[in-house]
Structures are given as structure tokens and as C-alpha cells.
């Protein structure tokens, strides 16, 4: 068994398109709003704390632009009056035998922003775009 921390380079991203090389994710974050309660009763000046609604930050995507890779395209038309495809997204962290160590399932997954690059005639880098992702639901499994 490993003693050091996993490294954050090495992960996959099932998405529902063919290409799953992403450069970066960012926004696996679930917090739990917490709700002030006192009952008419008590008699000291108390407030106790109950949990209340779960929020998730939107996830974002990056990867570099491949010429006639239009996925994000794609799917971002598929917002049209109201409907959307909803997808299941898989993020995996891996380890040195490109194995599952952790991973966050998102539900019911949709677009809601699609940036492209930033273009310079000063610079050679390579043209990232980044896909930004509401969901429904996150769960978080440690094969």
C-alpha cells in the first residue's frame, strides 16, 4: 500500500462523447447548507443546527481544441425550449496501474457554458476550450 498522497495528473473522464483526454476538472464540491432551528419551548437562547439542502458547484471541463472534434458543439445544441440530453458524467482518479481509486458519478449532467480559446498572435500555446456542467446529483465511490 502506497503512504503517499495520489498524484492529481492522472484521471479519465467519461462523458458521452468518444474523446476522453481532458487537461483539467475542476468544482467536485458538495456542501450542505445548514438550516438555524429553535423550538418555541426552549428556554435558554439556544439555535440548534440541522442539516438542510445539499448544493453542487458546477464542474468544468477543459481540453485542447482537435480540429473536427465538435462533441461540445454538439451537445451544447442540444439546449433547445426548455430540453436539454441530460448525460451521466464519470470522473475517475487513477493510480499507477491506471486503476479507479476514486470516483465522483455525476447525474443527469447538462451544459451550461462553453468557452472557447483565447487567441493571441504572441503566443504558441495550445487552443483550450472548457465546458461548464450543472447536474442533478453527485456520488462519491472509493472502489
Not at 38 to 58: A, F, V
Request: glycine share 6%; net charge negative; hydrophobic share 35%.
Amino acid at each position: 500500500m502506497n503512504k503517499y498522497p495520489l498524484s492529481n495528473y492522472h484521471f479519465q473522464v467519461l462523458w458521452g462523447g468518444t474523446r476522453i483526454g481532458f487537461t483539467e476538472v475542476t468544482g467536485l464540491t458538495i456542501e450542505h447548507t445548514a438550516i438555524d432551528f429553535r423550538e418555541g419551548i426552549t428556554l435558554d437562547d439556544e439555535i440548534s443546527k440541522m442539516p438542510g439542502i445539499q448544493k453542487y458547484s458546477n464542474v468544468v471541463l477543459k481540453r485542447g481544441i482537435v480540429s473536427g472534434d465538435n462533441e461540445f458543439y454538439e451537445w451544447v445544441n442540444t439546449i433547445d425550449n426548455n430540453e436539454v440530453e441530460r448525460r451521466n458524467v464519470v470522473i475517475s482518479l487513477l493510480n499507477e496501474d491506471h486503476e479507479p481509486v476514486m470516483v465522483w458519478k455525476l447525474e443527469k449532467a447538462w451544459p451550461v457554458k462553453l468557452v472557447g480559446p483565447t487567441l493571441s498572435s504572441e503566443s504558441s500555446e495550445v487552443c483550450m476550450e472548457s465546458l461548464e456542467l450543472v447536474y442533478e446529483k453527485i456520488t462519491i465511490e472509493t472502489p
